[in-house]
Structure formats: C-alpha cells, structure tokens
C-alpha cells in the first residue's frame, strides 16, 4: 500500500487545453507512451495481431478490446515490474472488422472474434529505464492470462444454487461460464480485482417466446422481450444458443454481477459473488472498517439506479500466509448488502436549475437501507436469491434515492470518504420523470456531478452518513456549476465524470471522463479535495478523437499515471477503412492502455 506520509500531493501542473486532437495531450514537463493496446500479445503463446487474419483462436490469447478498468499491482518486491489488470468492456465491430456486416449477416468467425475480444487480460509489466514509463513485459508472459467468455467461473453466496440461475448447461447453478461488459473495477486491499459487468443486456435476443414469468425482471434490466432482435444485435445467439432468452431464460441472470479474479494465480477460478447484488454494475472498491471488515462500494450505472454498499461478515486477515489468503479470498462471499437512501437538508430551494440552495451547499444525511444480512432477505414479498438477482427491483422496493447514473463510487484510503462519479442524465426533469434533487441538482444534466459521501463516526460500516455534492460539472462559465466555492475562473471545463481514482498523497482526485458534452476530447483531470485549493479542477490529460478516457489509476509510488483510451475514433459513420482516429500508429484506431509520467521522475502532478 501507499505511505501517504512520503508525498505531500501538492498539484502544480498547468492545466493543459481543451482540443480535439487525435492524440493523447499531458501537460509540459511529462511525456506519454502505450503500454499495451488491442492485439498485443498476452499469452505466452499469442501470435503477431493481423487486422487482415484475425481468429477467435488468436484474439483468446491478445488483448481484447475497449480497455476499461485499469490496475497495477505489485509484483513481489522488485519495483520496476508489475502486474496489469484491464477490462475489455466491449467491441465496436465496424472499427475492428473490414467491410464489416452486423447481425444476420455477420461471419460466425467474425461474431467469436468479437465475442473474444471482451473480458479482462492479466499482463506483467516493466519499468522503463527507471523512470515512470512501463509496458507490457515482453520477456515475461508465463503468469498472463485472457479471461474472456468461454471462460469457467464460479458463484460465490446466498444466490448460489438459485431457480433463478440454473440453466440447461448448469443444472445446479453453480458454474457460469463468461464474463461480458466489464467496465471499472478495484484492487481489493487483500491483492484482487474486482470487476464490474455492465451492459450485459446487449448481447441478448429476446421475443415473445420469452417465458411470461421472467419478463418484468429482464424489462427492469434492459432486455427488450417484445421483439426478436435479429440485425441489430451481436448476434452472439448463433455461435451459442445460451444467448437467446426464448430458449434459456436465466442465462442473463448469469450476467450483472461483481467478479472477483486473483491475478496471482493464473489457474484460479474467477468468481462471481451474488451477496453483492446483480444490476448494471459500473465497478466495486473495497476498504477495510476498523474491525477488518470488507467494505465494498457500487453504482448501478443507469439513469435513476442506486448507489450500493456491502459489509462482509468475515474480517480481512493481515500477511501473506496461505490461511490468511484463503480467508480474504472468501471474504465477499457473505454480508450485508445496502442500498443508498437520501434526505435533504434544502428540498423546496432545489428549482432544477443548478443554483445553489441558500445555506450555500448541495448536501445533507443519508441512510443504508439493509437489503440482505447474511441469508436472509430483509425486503418484504422477496425471497433473498430474488433481492440478490433481481436486486433493481428490491431497491425499488425500499425507496432508495434514484441517482443521475451512478459510475465509480471509490472510498479513498487515506480518509474513508466515498467519491461517486454520477456522469449525467439528461432524463432527470423531463415529464413523468423524477425533478431535481439536492443530490441531483439539475434538470436534463448533461454534464454530471460528483457526490462525496463522509460515514458517521468515521466507520466504514456505518448505516448512516452525511454527503455533499462537491463539483456540478461543466462549463465553469455556465452558471448551473459548482467548483466547492473555489474561483470557477480557473478552474477546467469538466464533462461527464465517470471514473475516479486517489494519488499517494491520498489528497487529490483524479477524475476521467465519457462523452464530454462541451463538445472537447475526453480527458483526466486532478482536483484537490481539502484546503483552499478544493474544488481546483485541473485537465492533466487529454485522450485522441472520439475516445473515452478510462482507469485511471495512480501508481502507489506516485511517479505513473495510467489511464485507458477506450473506443478511440468511435464516431458516426467511421470505419475501419474511413477512420476518425489514426491513434496509436497512424493507421487505423485501436484502444489501449497508456502511461503518463514526469520527464524529471517527480512525483506526478507536483
Ligand atoms: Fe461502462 Fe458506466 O460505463
Ligand atoms: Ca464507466
Ligand atoms: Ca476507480
Ligand atoms: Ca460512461
């Protein structure tokens, strides 16, 4: 871990422009490099990336595409190697594919690349030259692995065994095989990534044949059951029929949830935990309470979803004994699941307009509703398998407070606050959709908040808390933004927060966003979040044309920046042949995980 003590976080880097270069932009002073991008050779026996002669064979053992989440973890003691985690959130065919054709038509070879392309790759890394630049280990590939769909998983917890997810393949319930849509993630305090699935609606074909009795439920997650969608779907149904709902309805139950992988160990079986719940899960970070504890924050990245929390009942074992990593290995495999209930402090002053209520601050008290302890259901009318799959439908039930799409929620170590990235939502206000709140100040918000929440009493494991909205984003010229009182006249325009991370020093955010709606490439950005200078949002970085920038992640010795370009070029009408982007090799777009450090070996934003 980090020695917040040896890095006093001060941020003296000058903000860079907004652009919209096709490049990736870090201010004077530092310099930039890839990693690893789409292609690159993961396995050890991985063959060269050809656009021309891609196979699903060679795509299982290369880096997949649209890198998300990104951590870096030790790698026993020696400080110039490291082991990358990245996730594969998803592929944009027409950008990978010449002469591509979707759906109906698309090449059976061509639907396995893609389907190969998504899940998370395992990947050793250098140091370069001892600065701050590392890449991918090419000398060094023997602990690396892919883990994409065809790969073995395990459920973990109350849900294990459940109706709900059995299937033909798996009659026990007990062993889904894949992962899909992982977007942002943590590195546990015990050595693992977790990794959120996301939009895991997508890949599935519905229709009327869709047993009556599991409609509501897929409905609530954003499966289209009234029609059968034959071109405008990935089609991954005709390379294996456990994608298609009409005929094995609860493999989407088997999707949406928290995956849990130990990078040590590039035989273990990932697991999926059902304690944590199953929604569109944006990410999960851990903390450890007072007591040891697990603590785990979540978003459920959907226009009016919730925020979630979950306590482990197992306490974290400290030291590297084989009994003290088999006990944290099982530590999310039971405890309390939350969900996020707010009040307000200045209700009728909140007009939707983004003006600030008159005691001068977006903020007020909040509760964690129990959901589920241990294995007992604490919702009324729902067993605890269906609180734990169909968990939207249990946080409806005990009125949580619907969010403008909750990304990141990310405790920081150094003091215990949570940071939520809620990126926009441009439904909030419209007719027969909830108004603004004092969490959710604005009306049709295009440009996202972030909402910092302080657990009463200092414990982690609290049920009850205080929040505040620190940053309403966007032009800081636009009235209807807030930079936590500081001069909006120097701060950087921010749009769509969506992913956060803590330097060393544990005093500043680093904030990437998605889909920047000032109509500016995406990019990082650096904020302090004490003493005079909070609410001093600064752009670090900017990502090339079209891409989101994803991570980010500060290395624990506080001299690297990573952050992922995910879906570079990614423009109506570009194709592979008639690219937005040229980034990385001024040939055509391919995501990839970038590095950003001082050319002094300082440490990063000083
Ligand atoms: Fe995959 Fe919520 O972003
Ligand atoms: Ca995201
Ligand atoms: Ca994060
Ligand atoms: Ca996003």
Known sequence: GASYGKHDGVLAFRAIPPNTLDKVIVPNGYDSAVVIEWGDKVTADAPEFDIDDQSAWAQRRQFGYNNDFVGVLPYGRDRDRAILVANHEYTNEILMFRSYLGGDAAPLEQIEIAMAAHGLSVVALRRIDETGQW????????????????????????AVGSALLKTAADSRGRNPYGTLNNCAGGVTPWGTVLSGEENFNQYFTGGDGVPAADKPALARYGIDTTKHHAADNRRFDRVEARFDLTKHPHEANRFGWIVEVDPYDPHSTPKKHTALGRFKHEGANAILADDGRAVVYMGDDERFDYMYKFVSDRRFKPGDSRKARENNLRLLESGTLYVAKLEYTSAGEIDGSGRLPSDGQFNGTGRWIPIVRGSESLVPGMTVDQVLVHTRLAGDAVGATKMDRPEDVQPNPATGKIYAALTNNTDRGKPGKPGADEANPRNLNKHGQIFEITEDNGNQASETFTWDVPIVCGDPADPATFFAGFDKTKVSPISCPDNVAFDASGKNLWISTDGNALGTNDGLFAVPLTGPERGFVR??????????????????????????????????????????????????????????????GRDVGR
């Open 539 to 600: 752009q670090f970085l900017s990502v090339p044309f079209g891409a989101e920038t994803c991570g980010p992640f500060v290395h624990d010795d506080n001299k690297t920046v990573f952050v992922a370009v995910q879906h570079p070029g990614e423009v109506t009408g570009a194709t592979l042949d008639n690219p937005a982007s040229t980034w990385p090799n001024g040939d055509y777009a391919k995501p990839g995980v970038v590095c950003s450090w001082r050319l002094d």
């Open 135 to 158: 890449r991918a280990d090419s000398r060094n590939r023997r602990g690396n692995r892919r883990i994409h769909v065809g790969t073995k998983f395990e459920f973990t917890g109350p």
